[in-house]
């Protein structure tokens, strides 16, 4: 199997989840701290700041599922 390098940078993640998750408790005002990875279980984590997160506000889970794919840019 061939590995291949995706780049993405984290803005433009934390929109991609906005857009997505928005309606679920995204926080719309959400600012990129970090991104996480936890190679055993195959899950990545984004670390968000926002005003309109309360303190104890617990991790929020998106799942979702690759449908499409797109080559954009590149040569």
Excluded at 10 to 28: E, N, Q
Aim: charged share 25%; hydrophobic share 45%; net charge negative.
């Amino acid at each position: 199997m061939r590995n291949r390098l995706v780049i993405i940078p984290i803005d433009d993640c934390t929109r991609i989840l906005a857009d997505y998750a928005g309606k679920i408790g995204f926080p719309p005002d959400a600012q990129p701290v970090k991104w996480m990875f936890e190679p055993a279980e195959q899950k990545m984590a984004l670390v968000v700041e926002a005003d309109s997160l309360t303190a104890d506000a617990p991790p929020e889970r998106i799942h979702f599922t690759l449908k499409h794919t797109f080559l954009v840019g590149g040569a």
